[in-house]
């Protein structure tokens, strides 16, 4: 098997070619969403997402925790931090302020208003994303790779027994973060890479 270069280029945009080898498939009926609380940092935004999520706090209010009120009310919904990035804000120091709960797992209470039409913001693209992080360097070229974090090894599994590329498990966001035409040109990509392993 002939192995893939490590760099595979999309468009303007780097990829780690194990965006295109690993299989995933978010398994929360497994990991209860501890995405959003593990981690000693919030989700990466952008300033127009900052403020896209104080215009939709309103509608997710009532669902938050009284700790993350406090956290909002006494340094906004982002700061920065110790990386110098602009995060959502947390609270004690883990949990991102706007998750919410549905028995034992956690969830996003901006990106379930949204999908109930509550709000017109679903939530940040880093976390649509996720496991693909972007990097963005200082020529403006952007990166994506593949994070492998512990709390995600079922998505790997329920992935791998799918054989569902995290390409292709990330489809809507990737679109969301880079138009159709581009990932249309990322799945001629993938299936050239496919011939030549």
Request: aromatic content about 10%; proline content about 4%; hydrophobic content about 35%.
């Given at each position: 098997m002939k192995p893939l270069p490590p760099i595979i280029q999309v468009g303007d945009v780097l990829l780690s070619?194990?965006?295109?080898?690993?299989?995933f498939c978010c398994d929360l009926d497994v990991?209860?969403?501890?995405?959003?609380?593990?981690?000693?940092?919030?989700?990466?935004?952008?300033?127009d997402e900052v403020a896209a999520i104080e215009e939709s706090t309103t509608s997710v209010w009532s669902e938050l925790s009284a700790s993350a009120q406090?956290?909002?009310?006494?340094?906004?919904?982002?700061?920065?931090?110790?990386?110098?990035?602009?995060?959502?804000?947390?609270?004690?120091g883990r949990d991102c302020v706007f998750t919410c709960h549905e028995g034992?797992?956690?969830?996003?209470?901006?990106?379930?208003?949204?999908?109930?039409?509550?709000?017109?913001?679903?939530?940040?693209i880093s976390c649509a994303l996720y496991p693909i992080r972007e990097k963005t360097f200082n020529d403006g070229t952007v990166g994506l790779n593949y994070h492998r974090w512990s709390v995600c090894q079922c998505g790997r599994e329920k992935g791998l027994a799918l054989r569902l590329p995290l390409y292709e498990?990330?489809?809507?966001?990737?679109?969301?973060?880079?138009?159709?035409?581009?990932?249309?040109?990322l799945c001629e990509v993938a299936q050239n890479l496919t011939r030549l392993v």
């Open positions: 070619s194990d965006i295109f080898t690993e299989k990991c209860h969403g501890a995405c959003c609380v593990e981690g000693d940092a919030g989700a990466p935004v952008t300033l406090a956290v909002i009310d006494s340094q906004g919904v982002a700061y920065v931090d110790r990386d110098s990035d602009l995060v959502t804000s947390i609270v004690n034992d797992t956690t969830l996003c209470a901006l990106e379930r208003a949204w999908r109930q039409g509550r709000c017109k913001f679903c939530k940040p498990f990330l489809k809507e966001p990737l679109i969301r973060r880079f138009g159709q035409e581009w990932y249309d040109e």
